[in-house]
Every structure is written in C-alpha cells, then in structure tokens.
C-alpha cells in the first residue's frame, strides 16, 4: 500500500503562491486517483480539488476554481496543488489522499470516504 508524505506549506502572505506536493512511498502513485483536502480549525474537511489516475481529468471546488491548479507526475511519483492568490479563508491544514482505481478508469473522487489513503498534512497559513 502507499503511503503519502505531503510538503510545501508554509506561511505566506495574501496574493501569494506555494506549490504543494505529495510524494508516494512504497508504491507508485500511478495506480491511484488522487485528491487535495484542507481542514480548517473548527471546520469539516473539505475537498479542494481531485485528479484522476492519467491525470486527465480534474475536478474543482467552486471556491477555488481559477486560482487552483492540480497535476501530477507519475514519473516522479508526485501530485502537486499549485495554489495562486492566496487568501486568508485558504488557511488550513491540506490532505492528499489516493484511491486504488483499475488502469483504465478516467474518474476523480470528490468525497472523503471514497478515499482510503491519507497524509499527514502541511499547514498552510496565509497572513493579511
């Protein structure tokens, strides 16, 4: 199974970027389709975006919608979350989690309990 070591947060001021990644360990993470989440103190998780297995389909929050920016490298074993404009409401803790998908599914999962691999989350603070 894989394991998901996220990284790339950090504090960073309003209108600014960072590029998040997550990094697979013990196995590809070619096989998975992958999503980001945040968690905001007090609040629900939340689904920021999902990508499917090729990368060839992508799904958005509305909130973040033309300001975030999910991709991935299966070559390098990575999914990244390019996060432009930053506000101070994107402050959170982000999640990658990965689902196990057949080779020929084209699907992206938007909910929590569709995912059955987590990280452990970077925090991203976004000050005013």
């Known amino acids: 199974q894989v394991q998901l070591v996220e990284s790339g947060g950090g504090l960073v001021q309003a209108g600014g970027s960072l590029r998040l990644s997550c990094a697979g360990l013990g196995r590809t993470v070619s096989s998975y389709a992958m999503g980001w989440f945040r968690q905001a103190p007090g609040k629900e998780r939340q689904i920021v975006g999902a990508i499917s297995r090729s990368g060839s389909n992508t799904y958005y929050a509305d909130s973040v919608k033309g300001r975030f920016t999910i991709s991935r490298d299966n070559a390098k074993n990575t999914v990244y979350l390019q996060i432009n404009s930053l506000k101070f409401e994107d402050t959170a803790v982000y999640y990658c989690?990965?689902?196990?998908?057949?080779?020929?599914?084209?699907?992206?999962?938007?909910?929590?309990?569709?995912?059955?691999?987590w990280g452990q989350g970077t925090q991203v603070t976004v000050s005013s």
């Open positions: 989690a990965g689902r196990l998908v057949p080779v020929y599914s084209g699907n992206y999962y938007y909910r929590a309990d569709e995912y059955g691999y």
